[in-house]
């Protein structure tokens, strides 16, 4: 009987699991199983667990961040002769942005000459282009004066001999008119000596 009685002990105990595990954590951090399984920690005696965390965040904004952003300024349309200039300016508390659009004249020019040539108008075109300082001297040093009052070739460049004022390019040519009047009186002064010599 008593042999009878061990067996049943052992056999309960056979099927009945027990954890044996023990679980010490000196840092009084402590994770919890589940499942069935026991933990336990075990403080050693005038010990004791403290845990303090301090965040301090200091933040020190000394100007606002640039909002102002220039204006992009497009023509409108293709055939425009235009260009564009903008800006902004961003302070504290105040922004401002600004732009404009500025003619291109040069472009006009071309653009007028063009139509006055599509249109059977040579002489008109050459003579809108000659308003272009540039244009006019190019035209003079290849022997092909700018028009001038409906008169073309050497009736132009006699007129324009005549009213040298109204050259587009009227300060550049005084300069070369003096320019050739000195080359011209150096000449001359060296054609005497070498008469003289």
């Known amino acids: 009987m008593k042999k009878l009685l061990t067996l049943l002990v052992c056999i309960f105990y056979a099927t009945t699991a027990y954890s ?16 069935g399984y026991t933990t336990s920690t075990t403080y050693e005696s005038g010990s004791s667990s403290a845990s303090t965390t301090t965040n301090n965040t200091t933040s020190n904004i000394r100007s606002a961040p640039p909002t102002a952003s220039a204006p992009g300024l497009t023509p ?3 055939d425009v002769c235009s260009v564009s ?3 902004g300016v961003q302070t504290f508390g105040l922004g401002l942005s600004g732009g404009k659009s500025f003619r291109d004249k040069n472009c006009e020019r071309i ?17 809108l282009l000659c308003q272009d300082p ?9 022997g092909t004066p700018c028009p001038i009052d409906g008169k073309i070739g050497k009736q132009a460049k006699a007129q ?5 004022k109204l050259r587009p390019d009227y ?3 005084v300069k070369r008119l003096k320019v050739i009047e000195d080359a011209e009186n150096n000449s001359t002064t060296s054609t005497y000596s070498d008469a003289d010599e």
């Open 20 to 35: 044996d595990i023990t679980q010490e954590n000196v840092s009084g951090g402590n994770t919890s199983i589940q499942g």
């Open 76 to 78: 409108s349309g293709i």
């Open 85 to 87: 200039a903008s800006a």
């Open 111 to 127: 653009k007028l000459s063009r139509e006055l040539r599509a249109n059977g108008m040579n002489v008109a075109a050459v003579a």
């Open 134 to 142: 540039r244009v006019f001297q190019s035209m003079e040093m290849a």
């Open 160 to 164: 324009w001999k005549k009213y040298g």
């Open 171 to 173: 300060d550049i040519y």
